[in-house]
């Protein structure tokens, strides 16, 4: 499981290296694809606990949900997962960013999303080979269970231009901010079941 974890991180950090939010959180473009795996591993670590993970074949891309119910961050669970590490890998301007940005989210996530809901927590395909229905047939399956058991899904972006790839999925813009002072846009996304 550990060369499945590290090349889901290794992908999952090509795939974000330019996105708005992680820019933002490590500006340092020669840092950030080291930064970026340490980041996505620890969330995939979380997911493997308390969600699931979904991958494509031949590492095109993978998608991190967290299940209905799904615990908040303890200290116990930041140990576990690798996230009590990031101060050290992020660097501390880093992780201060990243904290402002998850506080910042988390409200996000508690005005939109009260009920029971799958969130699903990124989902990235490999640069190289996007445009092809990768990320799409990633999340179906996924969201087909969500309908199936009447829960809805939810998911913030901070990708303006995703946003109609997620509209085409179901999911609607429920609010538009920006992590306070100066940090990205940030798009909250719900879908509700359609059972």
Known sequence: MPDDLNA??????????????MSWVMPDAARRPQALRHYFAAGLRHAGRHGRVDRAPEGAGAAVWLAPGHPRMTALRMLLSGHAALPLRLGLEGY??????????????????????????????????????????LLRPALARADADRLPCYLETSSEMNIPFYERLGFRVAIRGRVP???????????????
């Open 8 to 21: 889901a991180a290794d992908l999952l950090a090509r795939a974000f290296h330019d996105d708005p939010m």
């Open 96 to 137: 201060r960013r990243l904290a402002r940005l998850n506080e910042y989210a988390l409200m996000l996530h508690d005005r939109t999303a009260s009920a029971p809901h799958w969130y699903l927590y990124l989902v990235g395909v490999d640069p190289a080979r996007r445009r092809r229905g990768i990320g799409a047939g």
């Open 181 to 195: 002072p100066d940090g990205p846009a940030l798009y909250a996304m719900l879908r509700p079941s359609r059972r």
